[in-house]
């Protein structure tokens, strides 16, 4: 057994893989981590009664998290998460500076390279959007990155003094008949858009077939929209981590 933890802006998630298979999934707000309370319970929940993991593994993009969890992870469980930088993924940098990439855009990266073996991009979907390029011979090459829908949604309704607050339902029509409902249509449907224009280029730059992967929470709901995707893994950091940590025990 082996838990994983990604540390996101927006979540927390938690994934208890037997092998190559992911058992339990739990997630938290990662703003719920800071105390620490949150945080116990939810780590009991992720684990099968009477199990104990073998190791974990960490990666955060939100540092004043990673100590909190990792102090927990050592009371409650016993092991200290074992935390993954570049140098751990396994994935080597083209010209991209290892300190300037976010360890879940080379996670993502790496697990998809395990899976294909082929030049690929990753558009991984959640508080931000991310596009991670590699290359047919497996080095990460770089991407681009823009706000997801709840960025968006919080930078409109900030920045403006009239405009609401949106959940990030998806709307059912695209001409809203109020004003959330035009909010909510321009930010998914124009998300579509953008998702689709920036994989456009991406491929005019690598050339080639390359491999078109969704993955992050929201990759299940957007995916279906976008026909330049050809696979939907919405588990591809974790899966990472536990490549990660698998190397480590060699």
């Not at 998630?13 to 990662?30: E, S």
Request: hydrophobic letters at 45%.
């Amino acid at each position: 057994m082996f838990l994983a933890i990604d540390i996101g802006n927006s979540t927390v998630h938690l994934a208890l893989f037997r092998g190559r298979r992911i058992v339990r999934r739990t997630t938290l707000a990662t703003r719920q981590v800071a105390t620490g309370q949150a945080l116990a319970a939810q780590l009991e929940g992720a684990l099968e009664p009477g199990c104990t993991p073998e190791g974990s593994a960490l990666a955060s993009v939100v540092p004043e998290c990673t100590g909190v969890i990792s102090r927990e992870c050592m009371r409650l469980l016993g092991i200290a998460p074992m935390r993954v930088g570049p140098k751990e993924v396994g994935i080597p940098l083209g010209s991209y500076p290892a300190r300037q990439v976010g360890i879940d855009r080379l996670l993502v990266a790496r697990a998809a390279w395990e899976r294909y073996e082929h030049a690929l991009i990753v558009v991984d979907i959640g508080t931000a959007v991310t596009f991670d390029a590699v290359s047919s011979d497996g080095v990460f090459l770089g991407g681009a990155i823009l706000p997801g829908v709840e960025l968006q949604a919080g930078a409109l309704a900030d920045s403006t003094a009239q405009l609401p607050l949106i959940s990030a339902k998806r709307p059912r029509r695209v001409i809203g008949t109020n004003t959330r409902a035009c909010i909510a249509s321009g930010i998914h449907f124009g998300l579509i858009g953008a998702i689709d224009g920036v994989l456009a280029r991406i491929l005019d730059e690598m050339g080639g077939k390359p491999v078109i992967i969704a993955t992050g929470g929201g990759a299940r709901a957007i995916a279906p929209h976008l026909p330049r995707i050809q696979h939907v893994h919405p588990d591809l950091v974790v899966e990472g981590l536990r490549l990660a940590w698998n190397d480590s025990q060699k």
